[in-house]
């Protein structure tokens, strides 16, 4: 069973940056594929942010394109999302994913963090 934990989120004027992290802990693969999803109300989650094992290749949703970064510390077993510019509407619960496979779809995801909200304010 693999733990995911995020942390990091909260509420921000928009413009501001945000850093969110995701511990994994249990017994997984070191070669899982780690990213984030999001959803805000009354919408369907949505992929944000994907990154490889050796954190050499990376995807991202063209909605968080040249404002989110994510990287890996696999020495740490974490996971981060940098969020720059943030705007409203990206206001959102944020879930920390991971499997052994690269995967746009909430339904192929194996493990799950119970997720952190970031509400962006105008």
């Known amino acids: 069973q693999v733990q995911l934990v995020e942390s990091g989120g909260g509420l921000v004027q928009a413009g501001v940056s945000l850093r969110l992290s995701c511990a994994a802990s249990?017994?997984?693969?070191?070669?899982?594929?780690m990213g984030w999803f999001r959803q805000a109300p009354g919408k369907e989650r949505e992929f944000v942010a994907a990154i490889s094992w050796s954190g050499g290749r990376t995807w991202s949703a063209d909605s968080v394109k040249g404002r989110f970064t994510i990287s890996r510390d696999n020495a740490k077993n974490t996971v981060y999302l940098q969020m720059n510019s943030l705007k409203p509407e990206d206001t959102a619960v944020y879930y920390c994913?991971?499997?052994?496979?690269?995967?746009?779809?909430?339904?192929?995801?194996?493990?799950w963090g119970k997720g952190t909200l970031v509400t962006v304010s105008p």
């Open positions: 994913a991971a499997g052994p496979v690269l995967t746009t779809r909430d339904g192929e995801v194996e493990y």
């Open positions: 249990g017994r997984t693969f070191n070669s899982y594929v």
